[in-house]
């Protein structure tokens, strides 16, 4: 069973920086993800991580980075430059999958409780 949560989220002013983490137990992972859902809008991908390799939305290339400590089961998005429509619920994502779409939330069968990021104007 895999389990997961997240933390870092907070309020901040547009242009500000926010550390997301997200802490994991269980074993068969293989690749994981971050993903939000603003109110009233569907739960989107926003940055994924199968290795070494690394994929984005392309409303957010350049500003976040996604990256992974193997050793401590641990997730982490780094958001800079951030953006009010960058408000929303932050859920940390964990496949078992082979390979997939990372950015596709059919391809994740766990989830984080969410993380409340807002950014003011």
């Known amino acids: 069973q895999v389990q997961l949560v997240e933390s870092g989220g907070g309020s901040v002013q547009a242009g500000g920086s926010l550390r997301l983490s997200c802490a994991a137990s269980?074993?068969?992972?293989?690749?994981m993800a971050w993903f939000r859902q603003a109110p009233g809008k569907e739960r989107e991908g926003v940055a994924g991580?199968?290795?070494?390799?690394?994929y984005y939305a392309e409303s957010v290339k350049g500003r976040f980075t996604i990256s992974q400590d193997n050793a401590k089961k641990s997730l982490y998005l780094q958001m800079n430059g951030l953006k009010p429509e960058d408000t929303a619920m932050y859920y940390c994502a964990a496949s078992t999958r082979t390979w997939g779409s990372l950015l596709q939330k059919s391809d994740y069968s766990y989830w984080g409780q969410g993380t409340q990021v807002t950014v003011s104007s």
């Open positions: 991580i199968y290795g070494t390799r690394t």
């Open positions: 269980g074993d068969r992972i293989t690749y």
